[in-house]
Nanobody, 115 residues
Framework: QVQLVESGGGLVQPGGSLRLSCVSS????????MAWYRQAPGGQRQSVAV???????GYAAFVEGRFTISRDRAKNTMYLQMTRLKSEDTAVYYC?????????WGQGTQVTVSS
C-alpha cells in the first residue's frame, strides 16, 4: 500500500516562507510524475507544481517564480519550497503521485497566509 504523507503547513504572514514535505512509503523516484495541488475554501483543486522524469519541473502561472518543487531520493520525500507568500495562497495543499498507472494522494496540509 503506497502512502503519501504531507507536513509543513501552518500559519505564516504575507511575504513569509514555508516548506511543505511529502514523504512516500516507497521509492520517490518510482513515481513517473509527482505534483502539488491546492484547494481553497469554496474553490476547485488546482495544480501548483509538477515534477516528472529527469526532475523536469512545471509551475502554474500564479506561482510567478515564488515556489520550487524538488525531491530527495535518500529521504523518499518531495518538497514544495514556498516564498513571498500571499493571502491568496491560503489553501489545503495536497501531494499527488502517479506510479504504474495508479494515482495516489496525501491527506493534505493547511497553509494559511494572514497577518
Amino acid at each position: 500500500q503506497v502512502q503519501l504523507v504531507e507536513s509543513g503547513g501552518g500559519l505564516v504572514q504575507p511575504g513569509g516562507s514555508l516548506r511543505l514535505s511529502c514523504v512516500s512509503s516507497t521509492n520517490i523516484y518510482s513515481f513517473n510524475r509527482m505534483a502539488w495541488y491546492r484547494q481553497a475554501p469554496g474553490g476547485q483543486r488546482q495544480s501548483v507544481a509538477v515534477i516528472t522524469v529527469g526532475d523536469s519541473q512545471g509551475y502554474a502561472a500564479f506561482v510567478e517564480g515564488r515556489f520550487t518543487i524538488s525531491r530527495d531520493r535518500a529521504k523518499n520525500t518531495m518538497y514544495l519550497q514556498m516564498t513571498r507568500l500571499k493571502s491568496e495562497d491560503t489553501a489545503v495543499y495536497y501531494c499527488n503521485g502517479e506510479r504504474y498507472g495508479s494515482v495516489y494522494w496525501g491527506q493534505g496540509t493547511q497553509v494559511t497566509v494572514s497577518s
